[in-house]
């Protein structure tokens, strides 16, 4: 899977993804998220899942077999995942979940979005 978003934007704030793969629909609250921010806060999330698979905290099959382990390594890092944060505040997260979909990206896009 790609690390971008394909899409259209559609009025001032949603975006619907079109192509391959489930749809979607972005609408943004406030300053709202660009398309860019997504594709920047999928990239990121992709490799930090890569990171906690090489460490063993993750399955290669994206399940999480340390959930204490992957809190403690979000939380320990709280800049590693700042175009994350800043897409969801803008109100993507569902477009990143959609794009990043296992059990392992619900959990850390949780928990950066408490944050």
Do not use: C, H, W
């Amino acid at each position: 899977m790609s690390d971008y978003v394909y899409g259209n934007k559609i009025g001032r704030d949603s975006y619907v993804q079109t192509g391959a793969g489930s749809s979607f629909t972005v609408n943004n609250a406030g300053e709202g998220t660009s398309r860019a921010e997504v594709d920047a806060a999928v990239a990121e999330l992709r490799v930090f899942i890569a990171a906690l698979t090489r460490a063993g905290l993750v399955t290669p099959e994206g399940a999480v077999s340390d959930p204490g382990a992957v809190v403690a390594a979000v939380e320990s890092e709280p800049g590693r995942l700042r175009a994350l944060g800043t897409a969801i505040a803008g109100g993507a997260k569902e477009a990143v979940l959609s794009a990043v979909q296992s059990g392992v990206a619900a959990l850390i896009v949780a928990l950066v979005g408490r944050t």
